[in-house]
């Protein structure tokens, strides 16, 4: 269960060290993670949309199998677990601008409030309702200071 994050966290570092702006080129010169950086960039500006998984890997240019791999290897996750996480942290900064959560909900990508308040619970550790009344007035303090 710690596994995948204990692997981030080992990334996290080697790529904050000394040594980590040459492990980024020596990882961004492979071809196939270009591939899949391609698939990545196209999420991430289209986060509110749900993509198939084969219409990424034919973005990305590769067979869905081969796709799948070196997308969690590029990542840690799978393709479906990267859209879901991106969504939240957007939803998450919509919520600490103001919007309420059947809207955020929305804007993100969601058809369902109640899905997005379970994913939300399981990623964050709480309700979306919940974590907005504690993020605005934080957000209200830092904004007048």
Do not use: N
Not at 5 to 11: F, G, P, Q, S
Not at 78 to 98: D, M, W
């Amino acid at each position: 269960m710690l596994g995948p994050m204990l692997r981030r966290e080992l990334l996290y570092r080697l790529l904050r060290g000394p040594h980590g702006p040459a492990l980024l080129q020596a990882v961004a010169s492979d071809p196939r993670i270009r591939q899949v950086r391609r698939a990545i960039d196209w999420i991430r500006s289209h986060v509110a949309e749900t993509v198939p998984v084969a219409e990424l890997a034919s973005c990305a240019g590769m067979a869905e199998a081969t796709f799948r791999r070196h997308f969690r290897v590029a990542t840690g996750m799978s393709p479906v677990q990267f859209q879901k996480i991106l969504r939240l942290q957007a939803a998450r900064r919509l919520l600490l601008s103001g919007r309420d959560v059947i809207r955020t909900a929305h804007a993100v990508g969601y058809e369902s409030a109640s899905q997005f308040s379970r994913d939300y619970s399981r990623t964050f550790g709480r309700p979306p309702s919940q974590e907005a009344r504690q993020l605005q007035p934080r957000a209200q303090a830092e904004g007048t200071a």
